[in-house]
């Protein structure tokens, strides 16, 4: 019997593991694929719009050759971690179920059973694209992630979406040599990008470089081409490849599945309270799962305080 169980390989399932550590609760995290699995599916290139201090937890130094650590950082960071505390965590194993029981919980993975006392999902939003809902999105063409840059070497790009993501995703295959077409629902670039991402797509717009279509959407996609919606009408245009960078979302789907509850707005929160246990007793949130479809209001810098709070919680009861 576990006194705690984790939901989540990310820098906040690591929290919350090294706030179980220092209470002396008998615990271990469950991850569904690798140690901090979203940031190892991030851009291959991606630096942090945050700094390294700001991304510290459990007292192990982040250091990083510049101000604003890179993804391959990052994953070195998180696993000098993960061996300074000598936390518990069993990658590739999918959680299935998670079965409340009279004193405990039951959780089943693709590999075992496990009994817990209490809960912890930290499962982030990284795993969920938020789809275009357009006829050809499933297409082998069509991408929700991105990786580099060489692959896409030569070939009609079109990227959907503004923000950090599809900025940075526009410049880096325009730079390597892609032929990159922007798609836009809004009539301008999304105003929080990087500071030093944003004069630089606007001005690759403005020149002619990479061009775009503000106040448009993708009606249609197929094999070799796609139709837009654009203000002045559809235009369809040749296109190899599409990345829709358009956000992600929580797995709302495995926190009903469990019984969490969700607001019915759109917003979408999952309940929980201050100190992040959800409608179910002894089950908690941890991190950015906590905003629902609030994608941009938490992060790991704001979030690494989440586990100290559930675990006095869990020691509070006790």
């Known amino acids: 019997m576990l006194d705690l169980l984790i939901i989540g390989g990310g820098p906040t399932g690591i929290s919350c593991g090294i706030a179980a550590k220092k209470a002396g609760l008998n615990f271990t995290i469950i991850e569904k694929e690798v140690l901090v699995n979203s940031i190892f599916h991030f851009p291959t290139n991606m630096t942090f719009f945050s700094t390294s201090k700001l991304l510290e ?12 650590p890179t993804r391959r950082e990052a994953l070195e960071y998180y696993r000098r971690i993960v061996d300074t505390w000598k936390l518990p965590i069993q990658t590739y194993e999918p959680v299935e179920e998670v079965i409340q029981k009279e004193n405990c919980y039951e959780v089943q993975t693709s590999k075992k059973t496990y009994q817990a006392k209490h809960v912890v999902v930290a499962s982030g939003f990284y795993d969920v694209p938020r789809m275009l809902g357009v006829e050809g999105e499933d297409l082998t063409k069509v991408r929700h992630y991105y990786d580099e840059a060489h692959p896409y070497i030569g070939k009609k790009i079109i990227v959907v979406g503004a923000a950090n993501s599809g900025c940075d995703v526009a ?7 892609a032929e990159v077409t922007m798609v836009i629902r809004k009539p301008h670039i999304y105003p929080k990008v990087k500071y030093w991402i944003k004069p630089n797509i606007e001005n690759r717009i403005k020149e002619g470089s990479i061009p775009a279509y503000f106040s448009s959407t993708i009606e249609k996609i197929t094999a070799d081409s796609v139709l837009i919606n654009t203000p002045d009408g559809q235009l369809e245009i040749e296109n190899d490849f599409v990345f829709a960078m358009t956000g992600y979302q929580p797995n709302f789907d495995f926190l009903r599945k469990i019984g969490i509850e969700i607001s019915a707005d759109a917003e979408r ?5 201050e100190y992040f246990e959800t409608n179910l007793p002894n089950l908690y949130l941890a991190g950015v799962v906590c905003a629902g479809m609030q994608t941009s209001k938490l992060f ?14 869990i020691l509070r009861k006790q």
């Open 171 to 177: 410049l880096e295959l325009w730079q390597k040599g």
């Open 57 to 68: 937890i459990g007292g192990v130094p982040f250091i990083s050759h510049t101000d604003k």
């Open 269 to 273: 929160i999952p309940t929980h309270n």
């Open 300 to 313: 790991i810098e704001n979030t690494r305080e989440h586990g100290e709070v559930i675990v006095e919680d």
